[in-house]
């Protein structure tokens, strides 16, 4: 019998995530395009927290585009950022004009 398992799914890191996302703030509005990043256990994790970020930050509807895994910390602003507040736990959302 295995008892521990040898395989790549065991991460020493936290699983940071991105998603890129168009959202609303006002019904028939003009969308803003996004970027959130945070930590989650899964994608579906992700996906709640995502939407459930994106309301308490009031917008109204959300389109989520894609779902990815960051694998290293990016160098330039304001992802950086993002993915150290992701790192302390934050969902970070990065507003694009």
Same mark, same amino acid.
Not at 42 to 56: F, G, K, P, W
Not at 62 to 81: K, N, R, V, W
């Given at each position: 019998?295995?008892?521990?398992?040898?395989?790549?799914n065991?991460?020493? @890191?936290?699983?940071?995530?991105?998603v890129i996302?168009?959202?609303? @703030?006002?019904?028939?509005?003009?969308?803003?395009?996004?970027?959130?990043?945070?930590?989650a256990?899964? %994608?579906?994790?992700?996906?709640?927290?995502?939407?459930?970020?994106?309301?308490?930050?009031?917008?109204?509807?959300?389109?989520? %585009?894609?779902?990815?895994?960051?694998?290293?910390?990016?160098? @330039?602003?304001?992802?950086a950022? &993002?993915?150290?507040? &992701?790192?302390?736990?934050?969902? &970070?959302?990065?507003?694009?004009?």
């Amino acid at each position: 019998m295995i008892t521990s398992p040898d395989n790549d799914n065991n991460r020493d @890191e936290p699983m940071v995530f991105i998603v890129i996302a168009k959202a609303y @703030e006002t019904e028939g509005g003009e969308p803003i395009d996004l970027h959130v990043m945070l930590t989650a256990p899964d %994608d579906d994790t992700a996906v709640r927290m995502t939407l459930n970020a994106l309301s308490e930050e009031g917008f109204l509807e959300a389109d989520l %585009d894609q779902i990815g895994m960051i694998t290293g910390a990016p160098d @330039e602003e304001p992802h950086a950022s &993002a993915y150290q507040g &992701a790192l302390e736990g934050e969902v &970070a959302i990065i507003r694009f004009a």
